[in-house]
């Protein structure tokens, strides 16, 4: 028999949870999902054990409070850290999510060399960029999930708007995930048609704008945590495309060598995620407008990359 796949989980909250769920359905692999909160990984993995059969899946899930258990990991999905509460930005977590994400880091530098790590925990970008000094991966072994949930935000913001398929909308969206992420206007389309020629300007100001605090709409309407849902099946997406080598173009959160006119940081920008992790920066003709919001999204992530240590 083929070896299956070993997909661990660091974090066995509301993301972590839905991520196991999504693997398993997805038959990524075997998983194992990790907590330092005794139980919750055993009870959440046991009760996902239970549907296996409902759907006639062959995998195995553990769940446990022993990092050492992600050991061999081709696969690492860190959601470790406090989610945000209402009236909290993501930067308002930066200091307490730095000490977790490094020592999760040793753990991960410790067991699973060689695996693709994908960050979950906000802030999202600086928390990626400490994960890669801490596990001292190469840089393309190590990315964040970003992009690819605030493309999908705008997908479905426009779909709604459009009442058209979600299929037809082609987005894309770029910069640091937080209030001055970048939708890219230039780029979007509804069935081949430019955005632009479709709606009109103020409400397509209206919908951008809703996409950068629609994360911060989510956490006042549960007002006792974050989104989940969405942000599992974006890091599953960047997962299948690297076990897989899809080589799919995703906008995700990767450190910068130049590209776009930034550097040293990372940033969610359009890639091909394949088998060798992030293969390729892909580069895009933005306008003046773009290019000035992708600079200001970058400074406001370099501002916190310092209070980090990252």
Do not use: W
């Amino acid at each position: 028999m083929v070896k299956r796949k070993k997909i661990a989980l660091i974090g066995a909250g509301q993301i972590g949870g839905t991520l196991a769920l999504l693997a398993g359905l997805r038959n990524l692999g075997d998983v194992v999902l990790f907590d330092i909160v005794e139980g919750l990984p055993q009870g959440k993995a046991l009760d996902i054990q239970h549907l296996a059969p409902v759907f006639g899946l062959d995998f195995s899930i553990t769940g446990t409070n022993n990092l050492a258990d992600i050991r061999g990991a081709d696969v690492c999905i860190v959601t470790s850290g406090l989610p945000r509460k209402p009236g909290m930005s993501r930067d308002d977590l930066v200091k307490t999510n730095a000490e977790i994400i490094r020592q999760v880091g040793v753990g991960i530098k410790e067991n699973a060399q060689g695996a693709f790590v994908i960050v979950i925990t906000n802030p999202l970008d600086v928390m990626t960029q400490l994960m890669q000094k801490v596990t001292g991966f190469p840089h393309n072994m190590v990315a964040g999930m970003a992009g690819v949930l605030d493309t999908a935000r705008y997908q479905a913001f426009l779909a709604q708007e459009l009442k058209v398929s979600v299929s037809s909308v082609s987005a894309t969206v770029l910069g640091g995930h937080g209030d001055d992420m970048v939708p890219v206007r230039s780029y979007t389309s509804s069935g081949g048609v430019p955005i632009a020629q479709v709606l009109p300007k103020e409400k397509l100001d209206a919908i951008e704008k809703r996409v950068r605090g629609a994360g911060g709409e989510i956490v006042a309407l549960l007002k006792t945590g974050s989104a989940f849902y969405s942000p599992a099946a974006s890091a599953i997406q960047m997962a299948e495309s690297y076990l897989y080598d899809r080589k799919k173009v995703i906008p995700a959160a990767v450190f910068c060598n130049g590209e776009y006119g930034v550097k040293g940081i990372y940033l969610g920008l359009p890639v091909i995620i394949g088998a060798g992790g992030v293969e390729k920066v892909v580069e895009i003709e933005l306008n003046d407008g773009e290019k000035a919001a992708l600079q200001k999204s970058a400074d406001a992530v370099r501002s916190v990359v310092s209070i980090a240590g990252a």
